[in-house]
């Protein structure tokens, strides 16, 4: 069913406000379920302080140099892996963002994402929103998907991805989630697959 663009900023502005002081998925809240959920994590809770770390740099660098980069620049780390998203107005605005995000600690890639446009609004942003939270919600439910490893953010209705895969199968199974729901334009996966364990190792763990 294709609802009105009324009823898409409406939901998407609700589940911004449902879900804004939430972690990776949108289901940790508070200090001690994050520490729960980074233990059952890929990079675990070492890992999880050390890429919140580097965000939290990344936004004081930004709120330092310009705080537009704030409000359009959206910042994802995962194992040292910045990913930049968003929409900025001018080609100096993105390099400055990406130059920044070099600087903070800890940082091993930054993944350039952002789009230099002159269009998009509230009705965008909150259809964005929504998208990622639809998402969200089907990985988290699929019982084929280990979530908590992977983080999402959409822009413009490409859908941007990031974290750890167990597989290709998993992966390809976040994937066809997103293409499911409507609004989704594009698919960007930066995710990484999960490295296979050695025959060795493997069946000594049996």
């Known amino acids: 069913m294709i609802r009105s663009p009324l009823f898409v900023l409406m939901t998407a502005l609700f589940a911004v406000l449902s879900v804004q002081a939430c972690g990776p998925l949108g289901f940790v809240v508070g200090a001690g379920a994050s520490a729960g959920m980074a233990a059952y994590q890929e990079r675990g809770v070492e890992g999880v302080a050390r890429d919140v770390r580097t965000s939290s740099n990344v936004f004081e ?6 705080h537009t980069l704030i409000k359009d620049v959206g910042v994802e780390v995962y194992e040292g892996r910045v990913l930049l998203t968003g929409q900025v107005k001018t080609e100096v605005e993105r390099a400055e963002a990406v130059r ?3 600087t903070a600690i800890d940082v091993k890639d930054v993944i350039n994402e952002i789009h230099v446009t002159q269009t998009g609004g509230l009705l965008d942003t909150a259809r964005d ?5 639809q998402l969200e919600t089907k990985i988290t439910f699929d019982d084929r998907i280990f979530a908590i490893n992977y983080t999402a953010e959409t822009v413009g209705g490409t859908v941007y991805l ?3 895969a167990q597989n290709k199968e998993e992966l390809d199974r976040v994937k066809n ?7 989704v334009r594009h698919i960007i996966s930066h995710v990484r697959i999960k490295a296979p364990m050695p025959d060795n190792q493997a069946n000594g763990a049996k």
């Open 61 to 66: 660098l930004y709120s330092r140099s310009d």
């Open 177 to 183: 989630q997103a293409r499911t729901i409507p609004y």
């Open 129 to 133: 929103a929504w998208i990622t939270a």
């Open 162 to 164: 990031i974290g750890i």
């Open 100 to 102: 920044l995000a070099w």
